[in-house]
């Protein structure tokens, strides 16, 4: 074995304990998680805010003092509520996952910074596997995986570093994040080798790196929408008299409001849904490099396709009377689902031209 050959064989073993070291990060960040979950949920700012929502419009707002001139006025404080549509019920977000509480939102602060910490090892190991065959690591499903699960969570703490409340994503996103390490290490993993002819190009590094992107922020796009189902039905229960259970008392509570929840997801969606258009339309090209066509039907091909239709269906809905709210969110997962289909399914099940990332 010669010295190069040496080399890029302790950097695949330097990538390999990297990913899973920062698998065990990434373990003390869910049971931080899990600590700021379970601290909130002793808060009376949680039970207030339940409260508050239950009696709705009806109930009074605190008064603003405002001194002017010598005199004072008192002014009503308007209630900061947050509006998806015409109709929509005005509720107020609720207090975190933390439920405002300092030990709650210690956890929470512990759990970010870990997941930072994970994210930098994680990002490491995707380098060092890089390095190791010197090119671009996203030549097979175990490349692609670590990468994605990567990106996944840099946005998610480009999210937090820009201001944004996603805090309560945190812990479903490291839940997901496990879990595709443990598939991707588990039954993915494939030694660091060269490319085949057909993906040694520059296109590799355009339209991959999109992909990737993209499905990342529809990832979140998913959590939000989903979470928004679940907080839609605990406020339109509260909103019929009803008596949610201990759970959505104590955690659903918490969340955003569901418009809160709706107009991220929508947002967040909309926003990426021209570089997914991109993405296909730079796969095209590549494929017209590399075997003279530019669309043959292939089966990566045409879910992509699909996936794009499908998040085109979301957006128009979205846009159109009677779609908007859970009609329009049923329809965010199911284009979710199609890019997750298109992710692990076209892949390991279907046989195409793509075939050749394997597993």
Same mark, same amino acid.
């Given at each position: 074995m010669n010295l190069a050959a040496a080399t890029n064989e302790n950097l695949a073993n330097i990538s390999n304990v990297l990913i899973y070291s920062s698998m065990a990060?990434? =373990? #003390?960040?869910?049971?931080?998680? !899990?600590?700021?979950?379970?601290?909130?949920?002793?808060?009376?700012? @949680?039970r207030t805010a339940a409260a508050l929502t239950a009696r709705g419009a009806d109930a009074a707002a605190p008064a603003v003092t405002v001194r002017s001139g010598g005199s004072t006025t008192v002014l009503d404080k308007p209630k900061v509520v947050t509006r998806s549509a015409? $109709?929509?019920?005005? %509720?107020?977000?609720?207090?975190?996952?933390?439920? @405002?509480t300092e030990k709650g939102d210690l956890y929470g602060r512990v759990a970010v910074s870990l997941t930072t910490l994970a994210f930098l090892v994680e990002a490491g190991g995707v380098i060092a596997r890089a390095?190791?065959?010197?090119?671009?690591?996203?030549?097979?499903?175990y490349e692609f995986s670590i990468t994605f699960s990567t990106v996944v969570v840099g946005v998610f703490l480009g999210f937090l570093a820009a201001g944004k409340n996603v805090r309560w994503a945190g812990l479903p996103l490291v839940t997901t994040v496990l879990l595709d390490l443990g598939i991707a290490t588990k039954w993915l993993y494939t030694d660091s080798d060269q490319l085949v002819p057909a993906l040694d190009s520059y296109w590799l590094w355009i339209h991959v790196s999109t992909a990737i992107f993209c499905g990342a922020v529809f990832y979140l796009g998913a959590v939000g929408t989903l #979470?928004? #189902?679940?907080?839609?039905?605990?406020?339109?229960?509260?909103?019929? @008299?009803?008596?949610?259970?201990a759970f959505a008392t104590s955690v659903l509570d918490r969340l955003p409001s569901a418009a809160s929840l709706d107009k991220f997801?929508?947002? %967040?969606?909309?926003?990426?849904?021209? #570089?997914? =258009?991109? =993405? !296909?339309?730079?796969?095209?090209?590549?494929? @017209?490099?590399?075997? $003279?066509?530019?669309?043959?039907?292939?089966p990566k091909e045409v879910w992509s396709f699909i996936t794009w239709v499908a998040y085109a269906c979301y957006l128009h809905a979205r846009a159109t009377a009677g779609w908007k709210g859970r009609k329009a969110a049923y329809l965010a997962l199911f284009a979710f689902a199609c890019w997750l289909?298109? +992710? +692990?399914g076209v892949n390991m099940v279907l046989n195409g031209l793509h075939s050749y990332s394997g597993v």
């Open positions: 990060v990434y =373990t #003390l960040a869910f049971l931080a998680f !899990i600590a700021e979950w379970v601290f909130g949920s002793r808060s009376k700012v @949680g015409a $109709g929509t019920r005005d %509720v107020p977000d609720g207090p975190g996952a933390a439920g @405002g390095l190791s065959v010197q090119r671009a690591p996203w030549g097979n499903m #979470l928004y #189902l679940f907080r839609d039905a605990y406020e339109a229960k509260l909103a019929r @008299g009803g008596e949610p259970g997801a929508y947002r %967040v969606n909309a926003a990426v849904f021209p #570089l997914w =258009t991109f =993405t !296909i339309i730079a796969g095209a090209i590549w494929a @017209g490099d590399a075997w $003279g066509r530019y669309w043959g039907w292939d289909w298109n +992710y +692990y």
